[in-house]
């Protein structure tokens, strides 16, 4: 069994910052991409940025030189730091991984289960 929790959301001022962190555990042999995604309140789930097991980066526009994207390989955690946050950016914020649970085995996608973001005054 694989689980992605992630952490770090909560309330913050616009302009302010907020750490996001995604923890895989479990039975895990590789993991290739991970990702951020976030929902906000009667909206579709939209891609915020993505990393390779390489270190390649992307980021959506609305993100780009606001939010940073990194990982720990040997932790199996991504992280999302997020700068100069503006009301917009209120959503919940899913990661995503895609891996290998053993040798020879298919890709699969996990998701975990989500964490709130709030920029308000």
């Known amino acids: 069994q694989v689980q992605l929790v992630e952490s770090g959301g909560g309330l913050v001022q616009p302009g302010g910052s907020l750490r996001l962190s995604c923890a895989a555990s479990g039975s895990i042999f590789r993991i290739y991409s991970m990702a951020w995604y976030r929902q906000a309140p009667e909206k579709q789930r939209e891609l915020v940025a993505t990393?390779?097991?390489?270190?390649?980066?992307n980021y959506a526009d609305s993100v780009k030189g606001r939010f940073t994207i990194s990982r720990d390989n040997a932790k199996n955690t991504v992280y999302l730091q997020m700068n100069s946050l503006k009301p917009e950016d209120t959503a919940i914020y899913y990661c995503?991984?895609?891996?290998?649970?053993?040798?020879?085995?298919?890709?699969?996608?996990?998701w975990g289960q989500g964490t709130q973001v709030t920029v308000s005054s």
């Open positions: 995503n991984a895609v891996l290998q649970r053993a040798l020879g085995d298919v890709k699969r996608v996990y």
């Open positions: 990393i390779t097991s390489g270190g390649s980066t």
